[in-house]
């Protein structure tokens, strides 16, 4: 059974930085492309940052220079890295699997941008 597992979530001032983390299993994690999605409060969920197969990144407008996205293969892991966070970056960010015919969602992490 496929699972993806978000962490590292939380409380962090504006301009400061934060990392989350998401955890995969049950399913072959290399052939997938990798993304991470957030929900704002009251608003629909959007992309902000995707990873291909083979290591190929996308980014919108909104965080592009302020997050980074990676994968490790061998550990069945994909990050995301945050920096100079806004409070219009508070949202649940959510780590999704896809392929063509096939996606995974994870459960979601909070993250709040607060003075």
């Known amino acids: 059974q496929a699972l993806l597992v978000e962490s590292g979530g939380g409380l962090v001032q504006p301009g400061g930085s934060l990392r989350l983390s998401c955890a995969a299993s049950g399913f072959i994690f290399s052939r997938f492309a990798m993304r991470w999605y957030r929900q704002p409060p009251g608003k629909e969920r959007e992309l902000v940052a995707h990873i291909t197969s083979t290591n190929s990144t996308y980014y919108p407008d909104a965080v592009k220079g302020r997050f980074t996205i990676s994968r490790d293969n061998a550990k069945n892991l994909v990050l995301l890295e945050m920096s100079s966070l806004k409070p219009e970056d508070t949202a649940v960010y959510y780590c999704?699997?896809?392929?063509?015919?096939?996606?995974?969602w994870g459960q979601g992490t909070q993250v709040t941008v607060s003075s």
């Open positions: 999704n699997a896809w392929r063509f015919g096939d996606q995974y």
